[in-house]
């Protein structure tokens, strides 16, 4: 994440000479000699009137220049200038969702959340916790049947999204007196990781603590299962415990309402459509520091190499020149990339609506008091919307099949989506088994119902928004300080239906031609917590199989510069794994010059698929047991990076075990042992599902 600047202003003022000037000051001039004192009073005085003129010309020239400015409006959520309660009176609403989301999925239920609020004789608001002071939570009893709804995703090692790191900190330390105030919790985690929904259970646990009345139970969706079917399970359950706390009449039938209107413009200038940008108009072509998620930088790729030798997978090494952009990065942060979709697939889209994609259009807010007044930068073509905007791969959630619903011609197709968008068991079954199982994607619906004619901007509105990917880091800025590295699987992939999913941004990158001129993509930094031990002596054991790999090639970059420096390094442990020696022991021959120079202590590999029984990481830790204690025994760090589902969890369970039989420890001790090293950040974990 780009550092955050400040503006200083310097003023640069000559100090008068020792003797005064007669022509200003003649009744000095006829006193007696002068004293030190005197001297030093005059010039303050004289300093003080410089600085009086100088910052009155500047503020006349501010006020100049302020009323010369042209607003471009930004098409994304801006601070608020009034509270999210003043705004709830003026517009008559009284339920507000707060989403503190990473990848957009808890936006997207947080609207949904909002609009259900019509069903019940509510009215509901959407909001970013990071545009509102979130001590006016209180002044929520004010407005009769008011509800705080928080909708909140967990990331990384039990942390909240960007957006919501003030609500977070405000719950932890808040001490505001919230009776009478009602509220509810849905939070988004995934259960492979160690803090499953940390943050959702953090707000649930404080509102209470401050007084709040919590009107449902805390909601908990598992990404690693369904968490569609997760979220409308509770939602269910949400909305009549909302109706007996209220004294509401319950509706059961649910509208599909348009949160937005379709506006078409005139004539309009080129510089004032949206090309791809994230938020700024015209960002990736005039680009300004400070960059970052909404103001990415647009950077060349130098450099990229395929790294599995031969077998049916594909690997790339990826090198982003970041010269001039004042990024900085450490070795195991975060690169996240804006990708662009397919354009045969986006090609498909016009065909299939028979829409002209270049034709321009935007979409307004039909809430005049929301923040957001777009779901995503307009004006702008359909062909841009579905390229750089729209999340056109991911298979679609049942909302929005009963939404595609209404435009089937086809009684057959409508009672379909209709079914599998159902709460039936059966309806659950016909959607696990058609969209999740196959793999569908809206592209792939459209195909197969082709009597399903969306407008393109329900389409729009409806599908959820494209996201930056993020990938390790594999370089150190010590020894690439104006150079990013990434090391990226390709994602391909034939579904149930003989269609070939392929990733969006690694197939993106991959049919980059680097010959055929500049390729550039959009990036910012994110910071991470990985990162190697203050001290250098300290031993450190990596863990990483596959594409692991990447943050630990940045540490052992690292620390071989140290020992060239001549610095004492301790021992550099590195377990890897793949599945074959011959085809994807990426930087294979790296690891091995730094083995040879002494850069890394031990090399442990496992290649799961060249013996009869497979060989993982996690059986090399336990076979070296005895080693790994003594690293840890005398303050060493332990790191893992790669799969969370299997992998990351099999290795933590090997540790306690390391602990328990090398350490001499009872199960619970050693469980608590570990448990210590991880508050410590000795046991870090960079990890995905």
């Not at 090198?319 to 975060?334: M, N």
């Not at 729009?460 to 104006?482: H, V, W």
């Not at 994602?491 to 049919?511: A, E, I, S």
Request: proline share 5%.
């Amino acid at each position: 994440m780009a550092e955050s600047t400040g503006a200083t202003i310097h003023a640069d003022i000559k100090l008068p000479n020792a003797s005064p000037d007669t022509s200003v000051i003649p009744e000095i001039t006829s006193a007696l000699s002068f004293t030190v004192l005197d001297y030093i009073v005059v010039a303050a005085c004289l300093v003080a009137a410089v600085f009086f003129l100088y910052n009155r010309r500047n503020s006349s020239t501010t006020n100049v220049n302020a009323a010369r400015l042209t607003v471009i409006p930004n098409t994304q959520s801006t601070a608020s200038t009034s509270g999210f309660v003043e705004k709830m009176k003026s517009s008559g609403k009284n339920v507000v969702v707060f989403y503190g989301s990473q990848t957009g999925t808890a936006e997207e239920f947080s609207t949904r959340l909002a609009k259900d609020t019509v069903r019940f004789g509510l009215k509901g608001m959407v909001a970013d916790p990071e545009e509102y002071d979130m001590e006016d939570i209180a002044k929520l009893k004010d407005i009769e049947h008011s509800l705080v709804i928080f909708c909140v995703a967990t990331y990384g090692e039990g942390d909240p999204t960007d957006n919501a790191q003030e609500l977070h900190d405000w719950v932890q330390s808040g001490e505001t007196d919230l009776s009478g105030i009602n509220y509810a919790v849905f939070g988004l985690g995934n259960k492979t990781y160690e803090h499953f929904n940390s943050f959702g259970k953090l707000i649930d646990k404080r509102m209470a603590d401050m007084g709040a009345t919590r009107v449902f139970e805390l909601g908990l969706g598992d990404d690693d299962a369904n968490i569609e079917d997760d979220f409308i399970t509770w939602k269910d359950k949400f909305w009549p415990a909302v109706c007996e706390h209220f004294g509401l009449e319950q509706n059961s039938e649910e509208t599909n309402s348009r949160q937005y209107k379709l506006v078409i413009p005139g004539d309009i200038p080129e510089e004032k459509v949206f090309h791809g940008e994230p938020a700024r108009l015209n960002s990736l072509k005039t680009q300004r520091p400070p960059f970052d998620a909404k103001n990415p930088f647009l950077a060349p790729i130098t450099a990229k190499r395929e790294l599995h030798v031969g077998g049916d997978r594909g690997c790339l090494h990826i090198e982003i020149d970041i010269t001039g952009s004042k990024l900085r990065y450490d070795a195991g942060d975060h690169v996240a990339i804006y990708p662009a979709n397919d354009s045969a697939l986006v090609e498909q889209i016009g065909r299939l609506l028979n829409i002209n994609l270049d034709d321009l259009f935007s979409l307004v807010n039909l809430d005049e008091d929301s923040s957001k007044k777009h779901p995503f930068p307009c004006p702008c073509s359909y062909r841009t919307a579905f390229t750089y905007y729209i999340d056109i791969t991911t298979p679609v959630r049942t909302h929005i099949l009963k939404e595609l619903s209404d435009y089937a011609n086809d009684p057959e197709e409508k009672e379909r989506l209709r079914f599998m968008a159902s709460r039936s068991d059966e309806g659950k079954a016909a959607y696990n088994e058609w969209v999740l199982k196959d793999c569908r994607h809206i592209v792939a619906i459209l195909e197969d119902l082709p009597s399903v004619k969306p407008p393109p901007d329900h389409l729009c509105e409806m599908l959820p928004r494209l996201q930056a990917r993020y990938y390790s880091i594999s370089s150190s800025p010590k020894l690439y300080p104006n150079s990013i590295h990434i090391t990226a699987v390709v994602v391909q992939y034939t579904t149930p239906t003989g269609r070939v999913n392929n990733g969006v941004t690694t197939t993106w990158l991959k049919n980059m031609d680097l010959t055929a001129g500049p390729c550039m993509v959009p990036i910012f930094v994110r910071r991470s917590q990985f990162r190697l031990p203050f001290k250098t002596l300290t031993p450190v054991i990596m863990i990483g199989p596959g594409t692991g790999i990447a943050p630990f090639r940045g540490f052992i970059q690292e620390r071989d510069l140290m020992r060239k420096e001549g610095k004492p390094v301790g021992e550099t442990v590195l377990y890897f794994g793949c599945r074959r020696k011959a085809e994807d022991f990426i930087y294979r021959d790296e690891m091995e010059e730094y083995v040879s120079r002494g850069s890394l202590t031990k090399f442990y590999t496992a290649f799961s698929r060249d013996s009869p029984n497979k060989i993982y990481v996690q059986h090399m830790l336990r076979e070296n047991g005895e080693e790994v204690w003594s690293y840890l025994d005398k303050g060493g760090h332990i790191y893992v990076c790669g799969d969370a589902r299997n992998m990351a969890r099999d290795v933590h369970e090997v540790i306690i075990h390391i602990v328990e039989t090398y350490g001499k420890k009872s199960l619970a001790d050693a469980q608590a042992f570990v448990k210590k090293l991880e508050s410590q950040r000795r046991y870090s974990s960079d990890v995905w599902s």
